[in-house]
């Protein structure tokens, strides 16, 4: 069972559609992440989670609405995106959020929005 | 602003050797991290600098140097398998990661 799982892998969803994306880490880590990374592009942080409470939102439209029930799972949910929100969204947790922790991330999921 | 850079892509020829060069300038910093990403896969971790020197690991080496604000990731005896992106990323003083944009490494026969 791999650390860090995300699903779907794939997403084509239109400008008003609802999706939600999934991860879940069996790490027993206490720190999660979102991330996009476009192409060519460096990685770009979008939320953090400590211990289940949110510690950052770096400027992230609110059509990006995260969710963290426990410390096992995170969800993004997407509405009304628009095209240039396609991208890899990654998911990444670590042992705490000190920083200097190294990130365990998912496969992603690959988001087409048409 | 706090910056990475690092080539957009190199390439090189199986069983020889590759360096990939990451400069950085950050308000502080905290240490550097290098990450292995093949294509359609997570980045995983290689490995962490924060003191100046050379730490070697297996086929793959991580260099810092502080006072150049420099970086690189030396891969010896290239296996075809090591084609992937390479991303270098820097901690702030905040302990924020700031990410270079990644080095893709083509590996050939």
């Known amino acids: 069972e791999t650390g860090v799982t995300q699903t779907p892998r794939h997403l084509v969803m239109g400008m008003t559609n609802k999706k939600s994306l999934k991860c879940e880490q069996h790490l027993g880590h206490n720190a999660m992440y979102w991330y996009k990374q476009s192409a060519k592009k460096p990685l770009e942080l979008m939320f953090v989670?400590?211990?289940?409470?949110?510690?950052e939102n770096n400027s992230v439209p609110s059509r990006f609405s995260p969710e963290c029930p426990n410390s096992s799972h995170l969800f993004l949910h997407l509405h009304t995106l628009q095209p240039e929100d396609s991208a890899l969204y990654l998911c990444?947790?670590?042992?705490?959020?000190?920083?200097?922790?190294?990130?365990?991330f998912g496969s992603g999921t690959q988001l087409s929005v048409l | 602003g706090q910056n990475i850079d690092q080539p957009t892509e190199m390439t090189a020829t199986e069983g020889a050797i590759v360096q990939i060069n990451c400069t950085y300038q950050t308000s502080g910093f905290n240490g550097l991290f290098w990450y292995q990403q093949h294509a359609g896969e997570a980045p995983t971790f290689l490995s962490y600098?924060?003191l100046d020197g050379l730490e070697e690991k297996g086929r793959f080496s991580s260099f810092l140097s502080r006072s150049k604000g420099y970086s690189y990731l030396l891969l010896k005896e290239l296996q075809m398998k090591d084609s992937a992106s390479y991303l270098c990323?820097?901690?702030?003083?905040?302990?924020?990661?700031?990410w270079g944009a990644g080095t893709k490494l083509i590996i050939k026969p």
């Open positions: 600098n924060v």
């Open positions: 990323a820097a901690l702030d003083s905040n302990y924020q990661l700031i």
């Open positions: 990444a947790s670590s042992q705490a959020r000190t920083g200097a922790e190294k990130l365990f």
């Open positions: 989670y400590s211990l289940e409470e949110r510690v």
